[in-house]
């Protein structure tokens, strides 16, 4: 089995910057797709941005120019680097990995860390 432990949200102001941080523990064999997601409240979870193994990555335009994914592929961590914050923003952050443990693949989440974004 494997975890998703996220960190790095908090309260911002409208304009600044937080990185969140999700790391992989376990009996994982190997990682593919690492992803962020949110989901603000009264709202479906959304796709934020995700990587794949090799680097490549997506990004919803909502957050394209202000977002950034990257991962360490040796610390089995993927981040989120978020600049010019907007109160629209604000949402529970879910860290998603599609991963190979030494029992199974599967696609496993973090518990979700809270981004909260004053104007």
């Known amino acids: 089995q494997a975890q998703l432990v996220e960190s790095g949200g908090g309260l911002v102001q409208a304009g600044g910057s937080l990185r969140l941080s999700c790391t992989a523990s376990?009996?994982?064999?190997?990682?593919?797709?690492m992803g962020w997601y949110r989901q603000a409240p009264g709202k479906q979870r959304e796709l934020v941005a995700f990587?794949?193994?090799?680097?490549?990555?997506n990004y919803a335009d909502s957050v394209k120019g202000r977002f950034t994914i990257f991962r360490d592929n040796a610390r089995n961590t993927v981040y989120l680097q978020m600049i010019r914050l907007k109160p629209e923003d604000t949402a529970v952050y879910y860290c998603?990995?599609?991963?190979?443990?030494?029992?199974?693949?599967?696609?496993?989440w973090g518990q979700g860390t809270q981004v909260t974004v004053s104007s």
């Open positions: 376990g009996s994982i064999y190997s990682i593919y797709d």
């Open positions: 998603n990995a599609d991963l190979h443990t030494h029992y199974n693949r599967d696609v496993y």
């Open positions: 990587i794949t193994r090799d680097g490549n990555t």
